[in-house]
Nanobody
Framework: QVDLVESGGGSGQAGGPLRLSCVASGVISSFSCMGWFRQVPGKEREGVASLYIADGSTDYAESVKGRFTISHDNTENTFYLQIDSLQVEDTAMYYC????????????????????RGQGTQVTASS
């Protein structure tokens, strides 16, 4: 069993930064890939960033490349999503997710199907 708890969401000015955190607890060794996806009511979930834990390789959705950075602090079992140059279109509920996957399946578009996910943290960008 893995528990994921997100924090760090809130309101931010367009163009500014925001950092989301996800603390993992439980059987951490049970997953090899983690990431972040987001959802706006009435729209499909969008995977935005993934990280393969063994080698730290990352992948991003085209819509966030160059602005989002996913990272991992091994010592504290914490994952981060750094959002730079926040845009109004980034407004959504953000969820962290984790699963045991081979590296080639550790990609943003697969995150919605991951078996472990947190409760989400809301991000609202204002212009």
């Amino acid at each position: 069993q893995v528990d994921l708890v997100e924090s760090g969401g809130g309101s931010g000015q367009a163009g500014g930064p925001l950092r989301l955190s996800c603390v993992a607890s439980g059987v951490i060794s049970s997953f090899s890939c983690m990431g972040w996806f987001r959802q706006v009511p009435g729209k499909e979930r969008e995977g935005v960033a993934s990280l393969y834990i063994a080698d730290g390789s990352t992948d991003y959705a085209e819509s966030v490349k160059g602005r989002f950075t996913i990272s991992h602090d091994n010592t504290e079992n914490t994952f981060y999503l750094q959002i730079d140059s926040l845009q109004v279109e980034d407004t959504a509920m953000y969820y962290c997710a984790a699963a045991r996957r081979a590296k080639k399946y550790c990609v943003p578009r697969q995150l919605q199907a991951f078996e472990y996910r947190g409760q989400g943290t809301q991000v609202t960008a204002s212009s």
